[in-house]
């Protein structure tokens, strides 16, 4: 073996080939499978797109993955109608993965706890790299959003890879085995909790899902670890009719910047379409 000093990594990644030889995203809705060996056995699991209908071989849209909750599946996404303006917008595209569940039809993100086996990060590790054969893509701008389950598998997701610029956990915060891992590069956090969460308590501690941090800590442990601003900006503002306490840390590493939502008098999630509305308005801001 030999020591080599003064090493550092590209900061982005090369793609070979020429723009002639990628394929073109199709409109609209489409889907296509990845084979990943889980217990020894072949299993092909579904990712479902969905581009502009206007999409071209110039176009060049940022990727946003959107994970579902436990016991969802990822074609569900196709009817979230605000995710679909953002898209008819020529904002991005959609790609909504499948989790795994053992003997059972919908799916579940493996956090530790969950009926499922599978190595997710390299399930979307791989998803990535079948994207890659596509030339309507800014490989540089993907992002993640995750509700409950899914919540919890961007932050896994941003802590373990660097595939992300940033991630948006919803309702759900780090679980305890994440919170002690070392994010391989900073990125930016957009955390909501609900104040009134009955599965994922903002306080943390052990519920029927997992061992969780507290929202705050959670938060705080991604602001320690990327040298952000120790003073919070704080805000008070509304999302609809859902009254919003918001703490933004900025000045962080790479200039990203973590924020933390309190979705006051909310349980484990939006009831409010108008309310949801404007979340996911926020979070492509």
Same mark, same amino acid.
């Given at each position: 073996?030999?020591?080599?000093?003064?090493?550092?990594?590209?900061?982005?990644?090369?793609?070979?080939?020429?723009?002639?030889?990628?394929?073109?995203?199709?409109?609209?809705?489409?889907?296509?499978?990845?084979?990943q060996n889980i217990d020894n056995e072949s299993v092909?699991?579904?990712?479902?797109?969905?581009?502009?209908?206007?999409?071209?071989? @110039?176009?060049? =849209?940022?990727?946003?993955?959107?994970?579902?909750? +436990?016991? !969802?599946?990822?074609? *569900?996404?196709? $009817?979230?109608?605000?995710?679909?303006?953002?898209?008819?917008?020529?904002?991005?595209?959609?790609?909504?993965?499948?989790?795994?569940?053992?003997?059972?039809?919908?799916?579940?993100?493996?956090?530790?706890?969950?009926?499922?086996?599978?190595?997710?990060?390299?399930?979307?590790?791989?998803?990535?790299?079948?994207?890659?054969?596509?030339?309507?893509?800014?490989?540089?701008?993907?992002y993640a959003v995750g509700m409950s389950n899914g919540?919890?598998?961007?932050?896994?997701?941003?802590?373990?890879?660097?595939?992300?610029?940033?991630?948006?956990?919803?309702?759900?915060?780090?679980?305890?085995?994440?919170?002690?891992?070392?994010?391989?590069?900073?990125?930016?956090?957009?955390?909501?909790?609900?104040? @009134?969460?009955? =599965?994922?308590?903002?306080?943390?501690?052990?519920? +029927?899902? !997992?061992?969780?941090? *507290?929202?705050? $800590?959670?938060?705080?442990?991604?602001?320690?670890?990327?040298?952000?601003?120790?003073?919070?900006?704080?805000?008070?503002?509304?999302?609809?009719?859902?009254?919003v306490s918001a703490k933004y840390y900025i000045n962080?590493?790479?200039?990203?910047?973590?924020?933390?939502?309190?979705?006051?008098?909310?349980?484990?999630?939006?009831?409010?379409?108008?309310?949801?509305?404007?979340?996911?308005?926020?979070?492509?801001?």
């Amino acid at each position: 073996t030999e020591e080599i000093l003064d090493f550092s990594f590209c900061p982005t990644i090369i793609q070979m080939g020429t723009s002639e030889e990628l394929l073109n995203l199709p409109e609209g809705q489409s889907s296509f499978s990845i084979t990943q060996n889980i217990d020894n056995e072949s299993v092909d699991r579904m990712v479902y797109l969905m581009t502009p209908n206007n999409i071209s071989s @110039e176009s060049n =849209l940022p990727l946003v993955f959107m994970f579902h909750g +436990a016991g !969802g599946n990822g074609s *569900s996404n196709y $009817n979230n109608p605000y995710l679909n303006e953002l898209i008819s917008d020529n904002k991005f595209i959609g790609v909504y993965p499948d989790g795994h569940m053992e003997n059972g039809v919908n799916g579940f993100w493996n956090l530790g706890s969950e009926p499922t086996t599978a190595n997710d990060v390299e399930f979307i590790q791989l998803v990535m790299d079948y994207l890659t054969n596509f030339s309507n893509i800014d490989l540089n701008k993907v992002y993640a959003v995750g509700m409950s389950n899914g919540g919890g598998m961007v932050n896994l997701l941003g802590k373990s890879t660097t595939i992300f610029k940033a991630i948006a956990p919803l309702f759900s915060q780090q679980i305890e085995s994440v919170g002690v891992l070392e994010p391989l590069a900073p990125l930016s956090i957009f955390q909501v909790n609900g104040t @009134e969460d009955g =599965l994922i308590p903002i306080e943390g501690g052990s519920s +029927a899902v !997992g061992e969780f941090l *507290s929202a705050e $800590n959670s938060t705080l442990n991604w602001v320690n670890h990327f040298n952000c601003q120790n003073e919070p900006i704080e805000e008070a503002l509304y999302w609809a009719s859902t009254s919003v306490s918001a703490k933004y840390y900025i000045n962080c590493n790479g200039n990203n910047e973590v924020r933390q939502y309190f979705a006051n008098e909310t349980e484990h999630g939006f009831t409010n379409g108008a309310s949801q509305e404007a979340a996911f308005n926020k979070i492509w801001e």
